[in-house]
């Protein structure tokens, strides 16, 4: 596992809370996943992807017959995207229960959105 995707350490957690990584995403319980459990996923890749990352989402998402005039502002975009950043599954985001998954797109769309 790489340990910079998984968070376990207290100090960790609280310089998280302390808002000093606005991209590790807390979830509200531990989510296990192909045997494995998670309290966090680290989007910090959101700062070095590009346009190109994001194209390649279009695309899937017009594969997938989304017809969405915004994708960026959609859960599934957040979900691939996140997948893309982070070298995670895109299976691993689609299992989140659902607050967590908000969590996730909040992440995405607050970068994409909100200017520094």
């Known amino acids: 596992m790489d340990n910079n ?3 376990e350490t207290k ?6 809370t302390q808002g000093k990584n606005p991209f590790i995403v807390i979830f509200t319980k531990p989510f296990v996943f192909e045997g494995k459990s998670y309290d966090s996923v680290d989007l910090s890749g959101l700062e070095t992807m590009q346009a190109a990352d994001m194209i390649v989402v279009n695309k899937i998402m017009d594969r997938g017959g989304n017809a969405n005039t ?7 975009y957040a979900c691939l995207i996140s997948a893309r950043v982070s070298n995670l599954p895109i299976e691993f985001f689609k299992s989140l229960p659902p ?9 995405v769309t607050n970068f994409l ?3 520094e």
């Open 99 to 107: 607050r967590d998954a908000m969590k996730i797109k909040a992440c």
């Open 5 to 7: 995707k998984l968070l």
């Open 70 to 76: 915004m994708p960026e502002t959609s859960l599934e």
């Open 11 to 16: 100090e960790t957690k609280e310089n998280i």
């Open 113 to 115: 959105f909100l200017a």
